[in-house]
């Protein structure tokens, strides 16, 4: 198999990752779990793991630096996805990206008066462009965590943010008002690797689909 460098971020991508290459024959040589090492081998000579942000998937692959990585549909479409092929949605790591507010604001209200409204979020791109379709007015506010206190605190009218399970949001006090995208993990590859190295990525594409599909 030609060389391959595929990046993936610790956390849930990566756990959930893990068992896909697994079945592809993939296995690092190190626990990515424990080891601070940056470069993982693998058991599959020349196909090593790079572990980089969440964040930053789209862009080590975006440029060639790895040829392959897991990144969320979130963090896509905030990088915009230019030099990427998302050949695969690998179904992982589901959950939605919302708009969310507290329980007494009066959403629709706001809607219909036309108001002006400020957005806590760290999606800001995606959050511009939902807003933009509606035609509605926004000044946007770039935060890193926390989302879900902005409200509260008088910093923010709603929130953008990934939802799961609700609890955070119920916990804070917060309801979603609107559902902006289902999002999961995707299989993204470099535009020239998916030429250059058609073969060794063809090859991982479809031990992924038959794994997929077994589950
Ligand atoms: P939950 O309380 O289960 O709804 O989870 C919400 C919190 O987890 C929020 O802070 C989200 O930003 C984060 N979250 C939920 N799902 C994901 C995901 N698939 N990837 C990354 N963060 C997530």
């Known amino acids: 198999m030609a060389p391959l460098t595929i990046a993936l971020s610790k956390g849930r991508i990566l756990d959930e990752t893990l068992p896909l290459l697994a079945a592809a024959g993939i296995v690092p040589a190190d626990n990515p779990d ?28 975006q440029y060639g630096a790895a040829d392959a990585g897991v990144a969320g549909k979130d963090v896509l479409l905030e990088h915009g996805g230019e030099g990427l092929y998302q050949p695969l949605d690998l179904g992982l790591g589901r959950c ?50 926390s989302m879900e206190l902005a409200p509260l605190v008088g910093l923010a009218d709603c929130i953008v943010d990934l939802v799961d399970t609700g609890n955070t949001l119920r916990a804070n006090d917060l309801e979603p008002r609107e559902l902006i995208m289902n999002i999961s993990s995707r299989l993204v590859v470099n535009k020239a690797a998916m030429k250059m190295k058609h073969e060794a990525i063809a090859a991982l594409l479809t031990q992924f689909e038959q794994t997929l599909a077994k589950r």
């Open 34 to 61: 424990t080891s601070r090492k940056l470069i993982l081998a693998t058991n599959r000579p020349g196909v090593a793991l790079v572990i980089v942000r969440a964040t930053d998937v789209p862009t080590y692959v």
């Open 96 to 145: 939605r990206l919302v708009v969310a507010a507290r329980r007494s604001y009066d959403w629709s209200g706001t809607i219909q008066r036309g108001a002006r409204i400020r957005v806590a979020t760290k999606y800001v791109k995606t959050a511009r462009e939902h807003f933009a379709a509606k035609g509605m007015h926004v000044d946007l506010i770039k935060l890193y965590g």
